[in-house]
């Protein structure tokens, strides 16, 4: 019997040792934590209609056949992943090939540990012009083929696709542009309530203050992002008030960093910012927080409060209504937004954001796919597929934005047109400045952000940890 | 589907495989002693097989198979001969030939064309790898080579023959002046010929001088051949997975943020002067703070206690529960004074090797202890050791939601702020606070029923153990009585009644302890299964000899089993403080290190993958692994001594 019991062990050892070697050797790319289920029946129900534009160019002969792309990218919620994950898939389905979008929480870390390990995806959807920058000097990204660089500077502003060339080369293709300056609220409550949509800074402050005397919960904020973005909306409300106050110049400064001409963080007027922000945040019973803290409440649990009327306004980027319940209403009857208001009237900032598809690998399909993604067909595709996804109502707002000039406006809702105009003719447009700031830098802001949100330190001492990490 | 059977494949192929080998090289050294030329001419056979199939698979030769399968033949041949001819100037003959003709094979067909891989961005060229020999540079390095030889037959005590050692080292001087030193990619056969030749023929003749070994050798090698076999594989894996990344991070932590440029030790510098890494500006506020003095207050009272116990009995100093708890408990109030006020990453790790472990042995140990011999014992641990099952992340996704605060106007979902508040609630409505108090009051006479019980007994212990119990209870009553107790406080503005919530992830300092529970949650389990297997094993007749001399009982837990399983208590330590110190896990889940919580690990991922600083990141990689290294080797010591 022990000679049995030996022969199991070392068949035990051998199996244990055999899995690791597999394991090790299976060159499956490591699936990020969290995946993304596609919505099955919003492909079903589109197929039909986009398929025919997208076969149309696809040859007898396919080369793409038989192949495989993997996509991962920030975009995790149901409706966004499951939207962008559906307009590939008519791309792949056409081709008779596999695209398959990974969405993740952390991303910004993640794609750091991919590159790093070299194990990037095919690929990438960077959110931060930096990030793009950095890659793209350190020889990770793909130049895109000529005919696509040219498709992508003739068909996006260029404020936008400029953002994804790199010394003259173009790596990233702007498919979506978010419109950060604006707030969500319900205009029947207001109405029922008797508040007016401020147009001016003060009026702001005014309402809010008139908001806490009335009883009412003026403000939804919450900036944890679950993983190292943490602190990000504060930056987003930081950028948009250094427009507001001080104007484009002084922001190009800010981006720009002490040590290359500009303005650090320590400057009095960022301080200034840090300071009117947690000013008009932490007004006793001025704010609700879903999560306890403003620090500790994740950015996507505002949306049901802001619906069901607990709080009355939410300032976050078009892309927020991927958030709202699918049977959300929206306009005058449901939830609508309003312009950040500017501080005089003269000046109206924009502020906008968005996403950059890059290719980390030379293979033809991976640029067939990047190409796919230039065009006007997949803008219109996702944004079919997106409305579907939030509710497929005529007024539905999908919480996509598309920055191509080409594509089919009418698919948009009036309201949503009006962001793309708001986006297009913006006298003062300025991209998300710390998506453009050195990673390090971006990073601390968003670490210092949200001890400062917390009340842990004040705005000199926040401002002046973030300095210490410009290059 | 595929992907499982393939993977199926894969798994069964890689056992049988691996078995084979495994048992094949046992076999071989089997055979070693009993049939000597059996054995040598596998060997040779193997070699031949080994080396041509190497050489093919480096593009160092052209055509594979037919080449392979001749060498083969003729290694087996040579082998053979080696193993059973005895006269020595035919294995000197054989050898040479042998390896003069196996050399030939390779130098005729080394491969003499550039190979292009890939094409693009991705291509890549492949040179021949036949040399340009260069007669000076050989020479030179032939005549090191034999000088080499001559040295260490010289050291190694003149005892074998000169002619092996020569032949063997200054082949290998050959093998570099040939094929280490000059530039390869010509393609002259001659030299490809020459080179291979001389180096096949030195070798064979090296392998000519030696010996058929007698009996006493021959067990020798079937005995020393064991434990190679058996750590190669193990080895192989330490070096890929553990040796080389270790050297390579060592390496990274001495260059910039992208790996690029040599910056010296600029990247340890930043770490220790990085306030939010190391902070202790404010040491002075240590001792402002009351729980330095309250801590300092209840070490000096159960030192004093101990210390009258213990001259009563004759002894310098009592250790027993009723003495020893103010003594912990003290260094417990004075530690975290000390670590809430100095701030930063490492001092938060200390805290945390500190409290996780000391707490998780002492509970592991209290549960093993009161535990043993009970009815229910083994029920009671499984339920204990369950969270072990669960990882680290589960564990902190599991208690992200125990501490989840929700605003003061909706109904607290999370378990222990939901408590809270209702005591809140309690402690603010009149019935409520008396039926409190009194059933707090009932509990406080019962337990002085207990502590004079104790004192008329004369034991002091259960005495003393009332009385301590009983301090908090009557603080809760006084709380529930006076200022109010709970989550629930009246909005001086308005004069409503709301609830206050607290914030167990982000309220600083002491959020760090509500991380900290969640480890000590998951390792007392393990503390437990240790310690209850060492008090099992300490014999019986100790325990019965204690109690004959009139041990009390507890006198025999801290005089008899204390001592007995000390080491056992050394090993958990030391274990402990390892997972501890590398704590990442918890940390990224429940707060991504923000709110002043962060670890060297989470704050290592952060400056490598999030500020993308690999400089930095190795540079807290090695902190880390240096801190740990005198523990894990501490820690070998003693397991090795144990075993001796």
């Known amino acids: 019997m022990l000679m049995r019991r030996k022969v199991f062990s070392y068949g035990a050892f051998l199996l244990a040792f055999a899995m690791i070697a597999a394991a090790c050797g299976d060159s499956e790319p490591a699936a990020p934590p969290e995946t993304v289920v596609v919505t099955e029946t919003s492909i079903v129900t589109e197929t039909s209609v986009v398929t025919s534009i997208v076969t149309e160019t696809v040859v007898a002969e396919n080369p793409l056949a038989g192949t495989t792309v993997t996509v991962f990218g920030p975009e995790s919620s149901d409706t966004e992943a499951g939207a962008f994950q559906a307009a590939l898939d008519l791309f792949a389905a056409a081709n008779d090939m596999t695209i398959s979008y990974t969405g993740a929480r952390d991303f910004s870390d993640q794609i750091n540990v991919q590159v790093a390990g070299g194990n990037p995806p095919d690929i990438g959807i960077l959110p931060q012009p930096g990030k793009l920058a950095d890659f793209a000097r350190s020889g990770d990204l793909v130049a895109l083929p000529d005919a696509v660089t040219d498709l992508v500077q003739s068909t996006t502003p260029e404020g936008l696709w400029s953002l994804g060339n790199v010394d003259g080369v173009q790596y990233g293709i702007p498919t979506k542009a978010d419109l950060k300056s604006l707030v969500w609220y319900r205009p029947a409550l207001f109405t029922e309530k008797g508040y007016a949509v401020p147009t001016s800074w003060d009026e702001l402050n005014t309402l809010t203050d008139t908001m806490i005397a009335n009883g009412d919960t003026p403000w939804c904020v919450g900036i944890d992002s679950g993983g190292g973005a943490t602190g990000w909306p504060f930056t987003d409300w930081t950028e948009d008030l250094m427009l507001r106050f001080h104007g484009g110049d002084v922001y190009d400064q800010w981006v720009m960093g002490p040590n290359n001409g500009g303005i650090g963080f320590a400057d009095d007027r960022v301080v200034q910012v840090f300071d009117a922000i947690r000013n008009l945040w932490d007004k006793p019973s001025g704010t609700y927080a879903a999560g306890g803290t403003i620090a500790t409440t994740l950015f996507g649990d505002n949306a049901p409060p802001l619906e069901d009327g607990t709080c009355l306004m939410h300032r976050q980027a078009n892309f927020f209504a991927s958030f709202f319940p699918a049977e959300t209403v929206y306009g005058p009857e449901g939830v609508d937004v309003f312009y950040f208001p500017p501080v005089t009237a003269d000046i109206q900032p924009v502020l906008g954001g968005g996403v950059f598809p890059v290719a980390f690998q030379d293979r033809p399909e991976v640029l067939a796919v990047m190409e796919y993604m230039a065009t006007s067909d997949y803008a219109n595709a996702r944004q079919r597929l997106q409305k579907l996804a939030n509710g497929g109502a005529a007024d539905t707002v999908s919480g996509f934005l598309s920055p191509h000039l080409e594509a089919d406006k009418s698919l948009w809702t009036p309201l949503e047109q009006s962001f793309l105009d708001i986006l297009a003719k913006a006298e003062l447009f300025r991209f998300d400045g710390s998506d453009n700031m050195p990673t390090p830098v971006n990073a601390e802001f968003w670490r210092s952000a949200t001890a400062f949100v917390n009340g842990d330190i004040d705005a000199a001492t926040a401002t002046a940890n973030i300095d210490a990490n410009w290059p | ?644």
């Open chain 2, 1 to 644: 589907m595929d992907r499982v059977i393939s993977t199926l494949i894969g798994v069964i192929a890689a056992v049988v495989g691996s078995g084979i080998i495994f048992i094949g090289a046992n076999k071989l050294f089997d055979v070693a002693p009993r049939r000597w030329s059996w054995f040598t001419s596998l060997l040779g056979g193997l070699t031949g097989l080994f080396v041509f199939a190497i050489l093919w698979a480096n593009r160092v030769i052209a055509s594979p198979v037919i080449w392979t399968l001749v060498a083969t033949i003729i290694g087996t041949g040579v082998g053979y001969l080696l193993g059973s001819l005895t006269d020595t100037r035919a294995r000197l003959v054989v050898g040479a030939a042998g390896g003069a003709v196996l050399g030939l094979i390779v130098g005729l067909n080394m491969r003499d064309v550039i190979l292009v891989f890939g094409e693009g961005n991705n291509q890549f060229q492949v040179g021949t790898p036949i040399p340009n020999i260069n007669y000076g540079e050989l020479a030179l390095w032939t005549a090191i080579g034999l000088a080499v030889g001559a040295a260490i037959w010289a050291v190694r005590g003149r005892s074998k023959p000169i002619a092996r050692s020569l032949a063997l080292w200054g082949t290998i001087g050959w093998a570099i002046g040939a094929f280490g030193m000059p530039d390869l990619n010509t393609a002259s056969r001659e030299n490809a010929i020459l080179g291979a030749t001389v180096l096949g023929l030195g070798l064979g003749a090296a392998a000519g001088l030696g010996t058929v070994p007698d009996a006493i050798r021959l067990r020798r090698i079937e005995t020393g051949s064991r434990k190679y076999i058996f750590l190669t594989p193990a080895l192989f894996f330490i070096a890929a997975s553990l040796v080389v990344p270790t050297i390579r991070t060592f390496w990274l932590s001495f260059l910039d943020g992208r790996g690029e440029e040599a910056v010296g030790f600029a990247n340890y510098s930043s770490v220790f002067t990085d306030a939010n890494i190391i902070d202790v500006s404010n040491w002075t506020g240590i001792f402002g703070s009351r729980m330095f003095i309250g801590g300092l207050i209840v070490i000096a009272l159960g030192v004093i206690l101990a210390k009258l116990a213990g001259t009563r009995r004759g002894d310098a100093f009592e250790f027993g529960p009723g003495t020893m708890t103010p003594v912990v408990l003290g260094v417990f109030l004075v530690s975290f004074a000390v670590f809430a006020t100095l701030r930063g990453t490492i001092i938060n790790n200390l805290w945390w090797v500190f409290t996780v472990t000391s707490v998780a042995t002492a509970l592991g140990l209290a549960v093993a202890v009161l535990a043993d011999r009970s009815k229910r014992e083994n029920l009671a641990k499984s339920i204990i050791f369950m969270p072990m099952a669960i990882s680290f992340v589960g564990a902190g996704i599991i208690w992200r939601f125990m501490y989840i605060a929700r605003p003061p106007q909706r109904e607290q979902t999370g378990v222990l702020n939901s408590l809270w508040v209702w005591l809140g609630q309690v402690s603010n409505s009149g019935t409520g606070k008396t039926v409190a108090a009194a059933v707090l009051l009932l509990l406080i006479l019962g337990l002085a029923y207990f502590g004079f019980a104790g004192y008329r007994d004369g034991n002091r212990g259960m005495a003393i153990g009332s009385a301590v119990t009983a301090l908090p209870l009557a603080w809760l009553i006084y709380k529930f009585l006076g200022p109010g107790l709970g989550g629930f406080a009246v909005v001086e503005a308005t004069g409503n009644i709301q609830s206050q919530p607290i914030q167990f992830t982000s309220e600083r300092p002491f959020n760090n302890i509500w991380l900290m529970v969640v480890l000590i949650w998951i390792q007392t389990g393990f503390t437990m299964v240790i310690f209850s297997a060492a008090i099992k094993a300490v014999p019986g007749e100790l325990i019965e000899a204690a109690h004959v001399d009139g041990a009390t009982e507890s006198q025999t837990f801290w005089r008899v089993t204390i001592p007995q399983i000390a080491p056992t208590i050394g090993v958990v330590v030391t274990t402990l403080v390892v997972t501890v110190m590398k704590v990442f896990d918890i940390v990224r889940v429940m707060t991504a290190g923000n709110f002043d919580t962060n670890v060297i690990a989470n704050e290592m991922y952060d400056k490598a993958f999030t500020e993308f600083n690999f400089g930095v990141g190795s540079a807290l990689a090695m902190i880390l692994f240096l801190a740990i290294l005198p523990i894990m080797y501490y820690n070998i010591r003693r397991m090795q001594k144990a075993a001796v």
